[in-house]
């Protein structure tokens, strides 16, 4: 759910009038969300959740990027999750000052992606125009895969490499233990359960992902956050 568009879960549009169907800009930005997510709260390659998540380091940016997964992912208010992710569209700026700037450095190579991304999103619930964004949001896609290619050799892909290494590693043993099991006539046991890499979710009393909302913050989670309006050219 948490990776599921604003129009899907709302079943109302973001800009235009009227209920909304699902449609392939429903699944480009569900990509999107999962892409930010992964960027966010994991420590590069091997999956393991960042130390600022884990507990293992507070204050300043470890509160922050806390405060962006719980308003955009982890919140069990779906509310805040809708209401975060509505008040993201109004100001297109805002993914990079509030969520790209929070991503783990090993994934800096996915900024431009994401941005370029939102823009393709945004733009097509803007204007209604949903069809025509897939060919180019694959086509960001693979211009970022061909860059990542074309890099030399970094601390980043050196981390890479060692976590493949691991990995060969432990299929290796996986394959042997198994050998020494079948030689022995022994049954194979049911495989264990998936390691849990995210803690419970801690509870927070800030329900938006913008710092200048807290004295709007109430000090229990509401069934509805306030959304903020802003104002607009004119306006008194």
Request: net charge positive; charged share 30%; with cysteine.
């Amino acid at each position: 759910m948490c990776f599921a568009s604003y129009e899907i879960l709302k079943d109302r549009k973001y800009y235009l009038i009227g209920r909304a169907e699902h449609n392939s800009i429903h699944d480009m930005e569900a990509i999107f969300w999962v892409v930010d997510y992964l960027c966010l709260t994991r420590d590069g390659p091997g999956g393991s959740r960042r130390k600022e998540l884990r507990g293992e380091q507070r204050g300043g940016a470890a509160n922050s990027l806390e405060q962006i997964v719980y308003c955009f992912f982890d919140s069990e208010n779906v509310q805040v999750l809708l209401e975060n992710r509505k008040t993201l569209f109004d100001d297109y700026t805002d993914v990079e000052t509030y969520i790209v700037k929070q991503f783990h450095p090993y994934f800096d190579v996915l900024k431009p992606l994401v941005v370029e991304w939102w823009r393709l999103i945004r733009f097509a619930y803007f204007s209604g125009s949903y069809t025509p964004m897939h060919q180019p949001f694959l086509e960001v896609l693979n211009k970022t895969l061909e860059e990542i290619e074309k890099k030399p050799p970094s601390k980043q892909s050196t981390a890479t490499l060692a976590e493949l290494e691991r990995r060969r590693k432990d299929l290796s043993h996986v394959r042997e233990f198994r050998k020494i099991q079948k030689a022995a006539g022994l049954r194979q046991p049911s495989p264990p359960a998936m390691w849990n890499t995210s803690p419970p979710r801690a509870h927070h009393t800030r329900h938006t992902y913008e710092p200048a909302m807290d004295s709007t913050m109430a000090a229990a989670e509401p069934s509805s956050p306030p959304v903020r309006t802003k104002k607009h050219k004119g306006d008194v």
